[in-house]
């Protein structure tokens, strides 16, 4: 079993940056993928950002060269690093992982919400104009 808890999320004006973290514990392993995913209201959960147990890491177009998404292995936390914001950027953002065998599947999965066997509770992060 995997426990993901996120924090850093807070209101921001356009052209700010946040960071959002995901602390994972329990059984995360040696193999996982990890991503964050997010959600305003009336629309559906839409995957940001992903990193394999290897370092690799893929990014949505939207928020691609403005967000970074990286891993310490010591504390065993996911961090996102968000740069210039924009408004759309607002929602509830939330932590998701999968570990094991299952996980070597990151690329090709890991931007289906339903693939994912472990969700955080979320964060909310809004941006004014």
């Known amino acids: 079993q995997v426990q993901l808890v996120e924090s850093g999320g807070g209101a921001v004006q356009a052209g700010g940056s946040l960071r959002l973290s995901c602390a994972a514990s329990g059984t995360l392993g040696s193999w996982y993928c990890m991503a964050l995913?997010?959600?305003?209201?009336?629309?559906?959960r839409e995957w940001v950002a992903r990193i394999n147990s290897q370092g690799g890491t893929t990014y949505a177009d939207s928020v691609k060269g403005r967000f970074t998404i990286a891993k310490d292995n010591g504390k065993n936390t996911l961090y996102l690093q968000m740069d210039s914001l924009k408004p759309e950027d607002a929602g509830m953002y939330y932590c998701?992982?999968?570990?094991?065998?299952?996980?070597?599947?990151?690329?090709?999965?890991?931007?289906?919400?339903?693939?994912?066997?472990?969700w955080g509770q979320g964060t909310q992060v809004t941006v004014s104009s």
């Open positions: 995913f997010r959600q305003a209201p009336g629309k559906e």
């Open positions: 998701a992982a999968v570990t094991g065998f299952k996980s070597l599947r990151c690329l090709e999965n890991g931007g289906n919400r339903d693939w994912y066997d472990y």
